[in-house]
């Protein structure tokens, strides 16, 4: 099966400064590459994602980046702000069309 | 958005109780819906599979008789804990992925229920 690998597992930065966070995934068939935001206490929600025919996507101040031939694939944010402060994840949706998500990042961004 | 409902968000029960937890897609049809366990500060581990009409595809190390699922419309997942123990204490949350077609529909997650049992 899939297997979706995530770091850093935590991450401070201040305030404006950007934010990156990187997986790899496990299955050369995984085509579909969300990421979710989960604040403490609440559900997952889908920020950004990107399908494996495009190599980047963005979204205002939030980008992401796919490499398949390396498989790994990046989430940017810029101008980080302390709202953005949550766990971030990665996952990979592979042959098996379930989603496999990677281990999570802890975000902090300082005030 | 397309809207996932959950609940309940919070269950406190005695050690043997069943506790069912429903999912429902509000604004949109999910042939499929996934549950999912997640420990304190861990990630989402994807439990079962819930497929309308069809029996659910369980993930290796998940007992089916103990974690039932039911998804009896194109907008309704539950998922019922069989004879509750301390163990099964955790944060549960349903997720949904949009019917429509073309490939990779987004998935969208319910508010999750925090399960705990004395």
């Known amino acids: 099966g899939e297997n979706v690998e995530q770091h850093p597992s935590t991450l401070s930065v201040q305030e404006g400064d950007s934010a990156v966070i990187k997986c790899t995934y496990s299955d050369s068939a995984s085509n579909y590459f969300p990421w979710y935001k989960q604040e403490l206490g609440k559900r997952p929600q889908l920020i950004i994602d990107?399908?494996?025919?495009?190599g980047e996507k963005k979204d205002q101040r939030i980008a992401v980046t796919l490499n398949k031939t390396a498989k790994h694939f990046s989430l940017h944010i810029t101008e980080t702000q302390p709202e953005d402060s949550a766990v971030y994840f990665c996952a990979a949706r592979g042959g098996a069309n379930n989603l496999f998500f990677g281990t999570g990042t802890r975000l902090t961004v300082i005030p | 958005g397309a809207v996932v409902s959950q609940h309940p968000s919070r269950v406190i029960c005695k050690s043997g109780t069943s506790v069912k937890i429903e999912c429902r897609s509000l604004d949109f049809q999910a042939t499929t819906m996934f549950w999912y366990r997640q420990f304190p500060k861990q990630s989402l581990m994807l439990m079962a599979t819930?497929?309308?009409?069809?029996?659910?595809?369980?993930e290796q190390g998940v007992e089916k008789d103990k974690f039932l699922i039911n998804h009896a419309s194109l907008t309704l997942s539950t998922l019922t804990v069989t004879s509750a123990h301390p163990e099964d204490s955790s944060f549960y949350i349903c997720?949904?992925?949009?019917?429509?077609?073309?490939?990779?529909?987004?998935?969208?997650f319910g508010d999750g229920t925090r399960l705990s049992i004395l």
């Open positions: 997720s949904a992925r949009e019917s429509s077609t073309g490939i990779n529909q987004p998935q969208h």
């Open positions: 819930s497929n309308e009409g069809s029996k659910a595809t369980y």
């Open positions: 990107i399908r494996s025919n495009v």
